[in-house]
């Protein structure tokens, strides 16, 4: 089984309706990460959490919100999906003595129409 | 800020070829530094990380990198490049305990027969 999974794989949704991607982790990792990658960008960081009660933004954090429900979950949601949120959405852990090495997920790819 | 510049967005090399990918980075201390693929459809694996000591480090599937502090780089390498390595490849920085890791644009990676 996968360590860091992700829910849906593909999902199509309308602008403005409000959507939520789930990504849960089996490596025991305190640390969460939402990134979203577009072409010819690379990933850049929406938010990142460093244990339950940890919730911090990252780069690109406007337009979207996240929820730490546990240690193994960690949710991103965009309350008004548009457009330009059509991305492919990654999310990764790592453990705090890992020396930084970051674990990906599968990815979920979003298109808003 | 640390920036990440990947110059290539696209390289063909034949199979059986030498590869090197170049990365460099913008940043006032020496990061850490990590070479992800991707191959089609799927998430980001991790194929080399440097922290300290020897600069040249190797990877999984016969890659290495150097970094080189002078230049401010840390290309990715292959002797004898395999079809199946066709991907794109992520250079990253990271600073000690500091989590926002920043990623390049990508370089593809098509291998001719």
């Known amino acids: 089984d996968a360590d860091v999974t992700q829910t849906p794989r593909n999902r199509i949704t309308k602008t403005g309706k409000r959507i939520m991607l789930e990504c849960s982790q089996t490596?025991?990792?305190?640390?969460m990460y939402w990134y979203r990658q577009d072409p010819g960008l690379g990933l850049r960081l929406i938010y990142y959490?460093?244990?339950?009660?940890?919730?911090n933004k990252g780069e690109i954090s406007d337009g979207y919100s996240v929820s730490r429900q546990a240690q193994a979950k960690f949710s991103l949601s965009l309350e008004s999906a548009i457009p330009n949120q059509t991305a492919l959405y990654f999310c990764?852990?790592?453990?705090?003595?890992?020396?930084?090495?970051?674990?990906f997920g599968p990815g979920t790819r979003l298109l808003v129409l | 800020a640390q920036s990440v510049t990947q110059p290539d967005i696209h390289i063909t090399v034949s199979e059986g070829a030498s590869l090197e990918l170049r990365c460099n980075y913008s940043y006032g201390a020496t990061p850490y530094l990590f070479w992800y693929v991707q191959s089609p459809g799927q998430g980001l694996q991790l194929l080399l990380k440097?922290?300290?000591?020897?600069?040249l480090v190797q990877g999984i599937k016969g890659f290495e990198a150097e970094f080189k502090r002078s230049q401010s780089s840390f290309n990715l390498r292959k002797p004898s490049v395999h079809w199946s390595d066709a991907a794109e490849y992520f250079c990253?920085?990271?600073?000690?305990?500091?989590?926002?890791?920043?990623f390049g644009a990508g370089t593809r990676l098509t291998v001719k027969p």
């Open positions: 490596k025991g990792h305190d640390r």
């Open positions: 990764a852990t790592s453990d705090p003595g890992g020396e930084e090495t970051q674990y």
């Open positions: 959490s460093f244990d339950v009660k940890d919730i």
């Open positions: 990253a920085v990271v600073r000690y305990n500091n989590n926002d890791m920043r």
């Open positions: 440097y922290f300290s000591g020897d600069t």
